[in-house]
């Protein structure tokens, strides 16, 4: 088997994995492995913006960002983690400009700012614009600009490689095993250092704003090689997604001034958040659009959606800053956002939850933070955890930048430090891989890969979204344990080598059943309403016994081991607005 050799290797060219690259590249050989086009990356697909208290628009401070943010989070964010994200925002942004991005901008020349959800001043006061942002195309222009400096720093990049395991030796990563798309070939990468930015995992939902490749590998391979994954039970709903098909209309519709109406016309987040309205974070307007639906206030004959309404903004202002949805709404409803208003219905958005790291990108075996040596996870499959029970908008691509770069630095210090010679690269893993192969391949009848994951898809949706219950729960545990045995049988028809994505569909798979039910184990644990798990039958949040991370293992058996882990509420010692209260907005 071909064998390569790179000190690190970055999995993922999302902005995660290339500001990591970025900061790498010229002090170390580093690699970039992507099994799609860096540019398809779904970062590419961030519309309304990233959040930094630049103060541009109106006075602003850091503080009152990571308040924002705890607050937003459910009191589940780690403390010491937001303060260095919201601290680090205005630098961050600053450097982003510097590199090229092309941002929108006021007339005076500065970095133009946005409403966008949970965002306020003065601890909870009033709506604020914090969010700088290009049109809506802001993820769009950030990953154009961070691969142009990812080539001009000569990064390698592997592109349409997909990485199928870990290697790993004397409990340090020190490789991976990926598969060539265009040759179906399977290669080593031997490194020092191994950074996994592999994205979200949304396409486990029947609707979702992701994109098809976010089927959650990293978390899968995490999962496989006994590494856990924290607070994997929140999952975030966007109110927003278009009718019936889940692709997102961004927040900074709202921010520009667009307002939800249920079917009788009525502005109704007025009622359920009196302060901040229709600016509310994402869990809660998620939840007030099916209350409104389920009391039989939803749009159109069937009921089932309510209304985006931009037709108060003018026109001139529509096409300015969010042309891109402007046009998603002609092409995929039919509907002009000037004259009506878009139906709408909250879509699978976003992981809370992920791959346990400290503040520098360090993955953490266990509740103790144990580190396995040469390994980092950064960007929406790590969970650091920023985001706690709920992200606000704007949010990630900020902790992408901030993270991105910070497990970069981190790994630098690490290569200066440890010795030169990589560990020897145990091949077991890479053999496994190829006899899981023959196997999908040898399979003369079976179950196709599309049928099972349709299946997976209306669990997750009909069990474990926005409300959720202990009957609803424990089926679909009991749903995704029957799906781990049919995703284990799938068979693969297609025999060639070359491009075969039906073989690495089942692939994807094996991981998305394997996360799904720690999503599904986590949600069913957690007797408490937090942030974006809502339970029927738990409807308030619960902190004497619940202001805790969850942690997930993966057994041999295909079972989930649940513990749980402290949060970090270290600002909460110093400052009275720092401690967990009842979120009202
Ligand atoms: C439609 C949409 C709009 C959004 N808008 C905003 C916004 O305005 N503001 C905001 O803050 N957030 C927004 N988000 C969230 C944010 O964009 C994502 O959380 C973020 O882009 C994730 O970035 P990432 O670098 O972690 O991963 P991604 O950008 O998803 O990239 C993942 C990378 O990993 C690679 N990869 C995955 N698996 C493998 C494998 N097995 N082998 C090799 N490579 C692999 C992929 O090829 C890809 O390059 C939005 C999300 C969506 C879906």
Not at 117 to 143: S, W
Not at 150 to 164: G, H, I, P, W
Not at 191 to 208: D, H, Q
Not at 225 to 230: A, E, T, V, Y
Request: with cysteine; aromatic share 8%; charged share 25%.
């Amino acid at each position: 088997m071909q064998v390569v050799y790179h000190d690190v290797i970055v999995v993922g060219a999302g902005l995660a994995g290339l500001r990591a690259a970025v900061e790498i590249a010229g002090k170390h050989d580093v690699a970039v492995l992507s099994k799609l086009h860096p540019l398809r990356s779904h970062s590419g697909a961030a519309q309304g913006g990233i959040s930094a208290a630049l103060g541009n628009a109106e006075k602003d401070s850091p503080e009152w960002h990571a308040y924002d943010t705890i607050k937003g989070s459910d009191y589940l964010a780690d403390q010491y983690a937001v303060q260095v994200m919201c601290n680090d925002a205005p630098r961050a942004i600053i450097e982003l400009e510097h590199l090229g991005v092309p941002f929108s901008r006021f007339d005076d020349g500065r970095i133009a700012q946005r409403l966008f959800g949970g965002h306020t001043k003065n601890f909870g006061e009033a709506p604020i614009r914090r969010t700088c942002y290009a049109a809506d195309r802001t993820g769009h222009v950030c990953l154009n600009t961070l691969y142009e400096q990812s080539l001009k720093r000569r990064v390698s990049f592997y592109a349409e490689y997909q990485v199928l395991d870990l290697c790993m030796a004397e409990g340090a990563v020190n490789g991976v095993v990926a598969l060539e798309l265009k040759t179906g070939q399977l290669m080593l990468f031997h490194a020092r250092a191994v950074i996994f930015a592999t994205g979200g995992y949304g396409k486990a939902w029947k609707t979702t704003s992701n994109a098809f490749a976010n089927t959650g590998d990293g978390l899968g391979i995490a999962l496989n090689n006994g590494i856990p994954l924290q607070d994997m039970e929140f999952v975030q709903f966007h109110p927003t997604g278009l009718y019936q098909l889940g692709i997102l209309i961004t927040e900074a519709a709202r921010g520009e001034g667009g307002v939800l109406r249920n079917g009788q016309g009525e502005r109704f987040m007025e009622r359920y958040a009196p302060s901040i309205k229709d600016l509310a974070p994402r869990d809660i307007v998620s939840r007030s659009i099916y209350e409104e639906i389920s009391q039989g206030r939803g749009a159109g004959p069937m009921k089932d959606h309510v209304l985006l309404d931009l037709t108060g903004l003018s026109k001139g202002k529509t096409t300015e800053k969010l042309p891109e949805i402007e046009s998603f709404a002609k092409i995929y409803l039919g509907v002009d956002p000037a004259e009506a208003p878009i139906p709408v219905q909250p879509t699978c958005h976003y992981a809370m939850g992920g791959i346990p790291t400290d503040v520098n990108g360090r993955v953490s075996a266990d509740v103790n933070g144990r580190e396995i040596p040469g390994f980092w996870a950064a960007g929406e499959v790590a969970c650091v955890s920023v985001h706690g029970a709920n992200r606000l908008g704007s949010n990630s691509l900020l902790d992408l930048i901030v993270f991105g770069r910070r497990a970069g630095k981190d790994i630098n210090r690490f290569l200066d430090r440890v010795c030169l010679t990589p560990l020897p690269l145990d091949t077991a893993s890479a053999n496994r891989i190829r006899e899981r192969i023959e196997e999908f391949k040898g399979k003369k009848s079976g179950e196709t890969v599309s049928v099972v994951r349709t299946d997976l898809q209306k669990v997750m949706m009909d069990r474990v979204s926005v409300f959720r219950s202990e009957q609803g729960l424990s089926d679909a545990v009991e749903e995704i344990a029957a799906l781990q045995k049919r995703a284990e049988a799938v068979r693969v028809a297609d025999q060639s080598r070359n491009f075969n994505t039906e073989l690495l569909e089942a692939i994807e798979l094996q991981h998305m059943v394997n996360y799904s039910k720690a999503v599904a184990v986590s949600a069913l644990k957690r007797r408490e309403a937090r942030g974006a798990h809502s339970r029927d039958d738990y409807p308030l949040r619960d902190d004497a016994n619940w202001l805790k991370h969850s942690l997930c293992f993966l057994e041999e058996d295909g079972a989930i081991n649940h513990t749980k882990k402290a949060v970090d509420l270290s600002l909460a010692s110093s400052r009275a607005e720092f401690v967990p209260k009842e979120r009202k907005y």
